[in-house]
Each structure stands twice: as C-alpha cells, then as structure tokens.
C-alpha cells in the first residue's frame, strides 16, 4: 500500500483513485436570504414548536454533537438536559426512547437531498400536488419549499420527540384525534404561537410580508437555517477534488481502499458519500423499535414499514459520510459506538452481528428494556437473511487507513456554524446549550 503513496497524488489531481473515478466537487446548494436564515435559527433552537414548550430541533440536532445528540437513541419530551447528560423527568418522563438515531444535518441543503429520514418516508414527488410523498399522504399541506423544508417539521408530530404525552398539550391533543392540517390542527396550533409573538411576527413580515404566518413560512425558513449553516464542503477532502490540495498519505491510503478493493463508494457514493439509497446491512436492533402504539414488538424493519414490499426488509437509508468522525454513535439505532467497530461491522456484518456486544450503546439516563429485539434469536435471523453485503477481510492497516480517510470528509467551518447557538429566543424560553 505504501508504495501507491506517490501515483495516488497524481490520480487526485486527475479526478480518480488507482484507475478508480472521484466523485465532482458539484454539488449544487440553495442560497437563502439572510433573513429567512436569521429567523430559522431562531425558530431552530427555540422550544415554542414543542407541544409542553421543552424541546426545540437542536435537543436532538445541536452542534456541540455535531447536530446530532451524541447518543445512540435520545430522549425529547419529557426529558432534562443535553447529549449523553440528558436524563428522563421523574415529574413526567418520556414513554420510550426515540426509536432511532438521530441523523446529523450537514449538506442538506444541497440539491440531491431530496429523501428524509432513515426509511425514506418523505422524499420530493413532482407528480403529487404538494411535490412531496409523506406519510400524510394526500392530507399534505401545500407550500413546503422543499422535502427539506416538510422533513422538518414531522418531528413536532411524534409524541415521543416534540408533541408530549397523549392529551398532556393542545399539540399533543390534536395528533392523537388525528388533526394535524387545516384550522385547529397541530400545525395551525404551532403556527398561532409563532403569530402570537410580536418579534417573530415583525421577523416574518420581513420574509413573506403582513400575510398570515402558516405553519409551512415556519419550516421553510428552518430549513433556510440548516442549509446555511451546517454547508460542509470544504473538508482535506474537498479541497483535493478541487484541486485545491492533496490528501496526506495515510488519507489516501484509505480513499485507494475506500474507492477500490473495500468498494466502499458501492454505496457511499457521490461528493457527500451517499448513493441516497436502501440497504440491508445486518445492523444490529436496539431499542424499542419502529412500532405503532398498538404494536408490540420491538424490531425496526426499516425501508418494509414504508413500501410493503418484502425485499426492503431491514434496508436503511445509506447515511452521507460529512463530518463522520464526529457523529458517532452510528447505525440507524446507534449500535456502534466508534469509526473503527462500525467498519469492522462491514467487512463482516452476520459475524459482527452475531458477535455484537449492547454495552457499546450510548443512552442517556432511562430506565427500559432496550435489548427485546437484540437477544431474541428468531429476530436476529431475519435481520441477517436480509443482509446483501458480501464480507471482504481487511488488516489492521486497512482498517486505520479508511478511518484516517473519514477523517478527511470533517469540515472544520460546518461543525462550528455559521451563526451559531444564539443568546435567547423571541419567546423566551431557555435555549439548549
């Protein structure tokens, strides 16, 4: 490996690796106006969007943790305190833990990000009168700029991450009778606090003029914010693409296996290192799982939930690679801890997990039972029938030059922001710190 050192640096400036093509540095970004992404950022890290006003989109999204939370799942309502610190409220506790990890938010605003969450449930559909294909179907508001935009805002719908407990808020109240658009809805509900305001109001005639707030202006302009603030495409990595520099030799050691014999870029493909699709790779289920209140078990079939269709048992989205040193824990229930266990998974995913040890997990304080689906055999087996990875061994060697060259996708100016965590909010209530 060593000996490629040198015809690697001349395969950079020439657009690929060992014969291997590079992806284009093209990636094509929306540019916000500043005041929309003024206002995002205050809408972002402010709790008025929570159903009991405790929890805003940076609980779980904040850049202390690389916009993610620093946990494997997190807690949101009903829960105290920030990232592996955060603690459940013993006067009113969460019901569960959020069932899946929390995905950072870099580059979103990047055109090819057009498909949300971990199983795809919302993604851009020019062919439905609201541009988008959500869980709402045909009850999907218009007016949502982007998939970005609506993707959002459906946390405030979930019980378990901004709504509350059933019947606890007037949020709360009209998600579980099923009244989320339209005058009285959840969203409509939200929207009047925002209106009510005098600062947000006076903000937003800045943006969209003296016409009514609707609860779309509200996400459109939080989406604003993450576009701009958390850009990152100005990592070694890019640079090199550019032209601009050349990895160090460790780097481009892991970027000759990362785009060639460790086939890698399979999957983690284009500038961002996702091929925005769906595979079932054998990670490992913890926590409560992705169930309906009525439902009772404990597993996460991924992508199945939302098509039906047999063959997408257990496939998640592939997860862009930005700033992946710093997003740990990984997985889409955040089975594992570090860089180094979640390649090993790779190489050899039924060994790994068949060999997969709980106690790596990151969980903020909360009493459950968070193994069910993890120790129960039948499960696991299903998990590992629906893997399409091949396993492929790597050395030591290998292993350290790949984490060296995802060291190289971290953008130093994206994991700071651009604006920042911001002093205090319209509606005065505390800002995540």
């Known amino acids: 490996m060593i000996r490629m050192l040198a015809p690697l640096a001349l395969c950079m400036a020439a657009g690929s690796v060992a014969g291997t093509p590079w992806p284009r540095a093209d990636a094509r970004f929306a540019s916000p106006a500043p005041q929309a992404v003024e206002l995002g950022q205050l809408l972002f890290y ?87 294909r959500t869980p709402l179907g045909t009850d999907m508001e218009q007016g949502f700029a982007s998939a970005l935009s609506a993707q959002t805002m459906f946390p405030v719908l979930s019980p378990d991450e901004m709504a509350g407990h059933y019947s606890e808020n007037d949020v709360s109240r009209a998600v579980r009778q099923g009244r989320i658009t339209g005058d009285g809805g959840a969203w409509d509900i939200l929207a009047g606090r925002v209106a009510a305001i005098p600062a947000y109001r006076a903000r937003f005639d800045a943006v969209i003029g003296e016409r009514p707030i609707a609860f779309t202006d509200i996400s459109n302009v939080i989406a604003d914010f993450i576009a701009f603030e958390w850009r990152a495409d100005d990592s070694p990595f890019d640079r090199a693409l550019r032209g601009d520099a050349v990895l160090d030799a460790d780097a481009l050691a892991g970027a000759e296996l990362f785009y060639g014999a460790a086939g890698c870029s399979t ?17 490992p289920q913890i926590g409560p799982g992705k169930a309906a209140r009525f439902e009772t078990h404990a597993r996460d079939t991924g992508r199945m939930r939302v098509t039906g269709a047999a063959g997408d048992a257990y496939a998640f989205r592939t997860p862009s690679l930005r700033n992946v040193a710093q997003t740990a824990p990984y997985g ?45 055999a039948a499960e696991r087996a299903e998990i590992a029938a629906a893997n399409v990875l091949e396993p492929q061994a790597l050395s030591e060697a290998e292993i350290a030059a790949l984490i060296a060259f995802l060291h190289s996708l971290s953008d130093d100016q994206s994991l700071k922001g651009r604006l920042g965590v911001p002093d205090q909010v319209p509606s005065g209530l505390a800002v995540a710190r």
Not at 68 to 74: H, I, N, T, Y
Not at 97 to 121: C, K, M, Q, Y
Not at 267 to 283: N, S, V
């Open 46 to 132: 402010d709790p008025i969007l929570s159903g009991n006003r405790e929890v805003s989109c940076a609980t779980c999204h904040h850049p202390r943790f690389a916009t993610s939370d620093g946990v494997s799942l997190g807690l949101g309502d009903g829960g105290i305190g920030l990232g592996p610190e955060r603690r459940a409220d013993p006067a009113n506790p969460p019901e569960q833990r959020i069932p899946r990890n929390s995905p950072a938010l870099f580059n979103l605003g990047a055109d090819e990000f057009t498909v949300f969450f971990h199983d795809g449930r919302l993604e851009a559909d020019p062919s439905r009168p609201s541009g988008l």
């Open 267 to 283: 999957c983690h493909a284009g500038q961002f290192q996702t091929d925005h699709g769906f595979h079932a790779i054998a990670m």
């Open 332 to 376: 889409h229930s955040g089975a594992y801890a570090t860089l180094d266990a979640v390649i090993r998974h790779h190489a050899d995913p039924l060994a790994a997990l068949a060999a997969h040890d709980p106690d790596q997990a990151v969980w903020p304080g909360f009493q459950a039972d968070d193994l069910r689906a993890h120790g129960d």
